[in-house]
């Protein structure tokens, strides 16, 4: 049996949170003196009004807590908060549209970075901090949050874990997950905190250094400027981006193992490490050797354009410092192969994850060699684990079905009228949570002029993207509602 009542109460809960969250961002309303400040208090009020209605209907809930009821909470929570999230840009009437205020929050808390505003510099600081903090609050992910609190029900954690988790790899650096919950969450702030201090460093102003090193960390790509990054046309800026936005590409357990363990051999020893690295500065050198033989001059500026690109499209954050539309169309087409890869498994970022494209080509590698040697036994490992057969069924479905969830999207974009470029571009960067595109939809443009239907679409492909596909779309099957 579904557990409704736990349900309704654990999600009345977040939404406390998202009230305090709106609140803080009034406050920022009443210290500049804008027109934001009181959307976001009747935002935050209606919020814990609905809170505290589903904790109402949650009283007294059985504290048994089962896998479907994980898989529940997941998805719900993230459409639930980006309903409510939505209010603030709605109230103060700098998006008049439910759909366009929707897919901007939703955006925003699957780190996708797409954004349908035309004129972000035009909003005021409450709303450029709330969109930041979507991006920050989704970057870990709302229910690895949840986790860290959920002692306050009686109830583990495990269940969620599992249910947003559903990558190759589930590390654990203590044996609760509330407890692993909360170590990585420190380590997500402290990388924060630090980002910010180098921002500042490079003369950039107090605000723009908190929201941009939060959607640094959270490889989310929300900017406080219509021209990203490039904005600023700062070099130090550009490789504090390019540094924080890799190492949050890194398995979070692995950087806690890392730097509070000291095990720094464990992080060179990593497999998906080395796909990782290898696979950006493969990505990087091309471009940049495409684009010194095209343009001529400093070999350091294409590097630097080409790095910032490759790695912010790699790890799904979407910033950008050129306009890569501009490249020779080999060099945008290379950069549209990366959108796929993703950085690690455990990390902020969105994608496919390099220990999935590791373990595709060590099986590819592993049946020439059965061809060679037919009698062989030739174990598939990962960082020197073996890789069993039930792991390479749910490698082969998880590539199967996105696949097909880019093919049918890609169809449906081309039916509702996106051109075929357009529509390849944005299936495949709202799956991947990259945010920028191709086409007309890439590098810094708006996402505005896409039909209402188009943004539905897109809203629904970042959901399931940023949930690794099976959380959302088992949701969808008749027999996940099924009693026995």
């Not at 996708?112 to 989704?138: D, K, Y």
């Not at 950087?255 to 796909?275: A, G, N, Y």
Request: charged share 15%; with cysteine.
């Amino acid at each position: 049996m579904i557990s409704w009542k736990m349900i309704s109460r654990i999600l009345g809960f977040l939404l406390y949170i998202e009230s305090l969250l709106m609140l803080l961002c009034s406050a920022f309303g009443f210290y500049f003196g804008e027109n934001d400040r009181w959307p976001f208090v009747i935002s935050a009020g209606i919020s814990l009004l609905v809170g505290g209605v589903l904790n109402y209907l949650g009283r007294e809930a059985d504290k048994r807590f089962g896998r479907r009821d994980g898989y529940i909470i997941v998805t719900f929570s993230w459409i639930v908060f980006s309903l409510i999230g939505m209010l603030p840009f709605l109230l103060s009437r700098h998006l008049t549209s439910v759909t366009d205020a929707f897919f901007e929050t939703m955006s925003g808390f699957t780190t996708t970075g797409a954004s349908v505003l035309p004129n972000i510099e035009a909003l005021p600081h409450g709303l450029l901090f709330w969109r930041s903090m979507t991006q920050w609050i989704g970057g870990l992910g709302i229910i690895f949050f949840t986790i860290a609190v959920l002692p306050v029900f009686g109830v583990g954690g495990v269940q969620l874990f599992a249910a947003e988790a559903t990558g190759p790899r589930h590390d654990k650096v203590h044996p609760r997950i509330e407890v692993t919950a909360k170590w990585i969450w420190s380590i997500y702030v402290g990388l924060t905190v630090i980002c910010a201090l180098l921002f500042a460093v490079g003369d950039m102003e107090w605000f723009d250094c908190i929201c941009h090193a939060m959607c640094t960390t959270a490889t989310g790509g929300f900017s406080t400027r219509n021209a990203s990054i490039g904005a600023f046309d700062s070099a130090y800026i550009e490789y504090v981006t390019i540094f924080f936005m890799f190492i949050s590409g890194i398995n979070f357990t692995l950087l806690f193992t890392t730097i509070f363990k000291r095990k720094v051999r464990k992080l060179f020893d990593d497999t998906e490490f080395h796909w990782y690295i290898g696979l950006a500065l493969s990505f990087t050198l091309l471009i940049a050797l495409g684009l010194t033989i095209v343009r001529g001059g400093e070999f350091e500026a294409s590097f630097r354009e080409a790095l910032f690109q490759v790695v912010s499209v790699q790890t799904t954050t979407g910033f950008v410092s050129a306009d890569y539309m501009l490249w020779p169309p080999i060099l945008w087409f290379l950069l549209s192969v990366v959108m796929y890869f993703g950085a690690c498994a455990g990390s902020t970022s969105g994608a496919i994850k390099c220990v999935r494209i590791a373990m595709v080509m060590k099986a590819v590698r592993n049946e020439f060699l059965r061809i060679i040697h037919p009698n062989a036994i030739i174990p598939l490992r990962i960082s020197g684990n073996v890789i069993h057969s039930k792991a390479k069924i749910t490698l082969l479905a998880f590539f199967m079905l996105y696949a097909l969830v880019i093919f049918f999207g890609w169809l449906i974009m081309i039916a509702i009228g996106l051109d075929f470029m357009d529509a390849y571009g944005i299936v495949v960067s709202c799956v991947s949570n990259v945010g920028p595109a191709l086409g007309n939809y890439a590098s810094i443009n708006s996402w505005a002029p896409l039909p209402d239907a188009a943004k539905w679409v897109s809203a629904f492909l970042m959901l399931i993207g940023r949930l690794e596909l099976f959380s959302v779309l088992l949701l969808l099957t008749p027999g996940f509602w099924r009693k026995s």
